[in-house]
């Protein structure tokens, strides 16, 4: 599986790296906060959406609050077949440290 900083993702972003943002956190979490033109496909729905992106030809990144459970997602869409999945290391929180501190931390 591919891991990206989110250096890495804003870098890849700026250099023209056209990729669906996915957070897989909660409702709840992501009406708290969230990146901007992320969608949301919370992790406790996967089984209703997961053939939805699996079949997506763009490269995901995917992130929760950590990294684990956008890990797992992307684990699972990689056996489902999609090409290209990258976790986003360190999750929304890390993202809030080294990119966007107007992002709240939880």
Known sequence: MMQ????EAVT????????????VREPEEFSFCKLESALL????????????LAECKK?????CHHG???ARVCA???ALGHPKTIN?????????IEI???????
């Not at 990206?4 to 250096?7: G, K, M, Q, S």
């Not at 490269?59 to 992130?63: A, K, Q």
């Not at 986003?88 to 809030?96: E, F, M, N, P, T």
């Not at 966007?100 to 939880?106: E, G, H, L, Q, S």
Request: proline share 7%.
């Open 4 to 7: 990206w900083t989110p250096t």
């Open 12 to 23: 890849q972003a700026d250099e023209g790296m056209d990729f669906l943002l996915i957070d």
């Open 41 to 52: 496909y919370p992790l406790s729905e996967m089984t209703r959406w997961e053939s939805e």
């Open 59 to 63: 490269p995901l990144l995917v992130y």
């Open 68 to 70: 684990v459970r956008s």
């Open 76 to 78: 699972r869409l990689a």
């Open 88 to 96: 986003l290391a360190g999750g929304i929180d890390r993202w809030s």
């Open 100 to 106: 966007d501190a107007n992002i709240p931390r939880y």
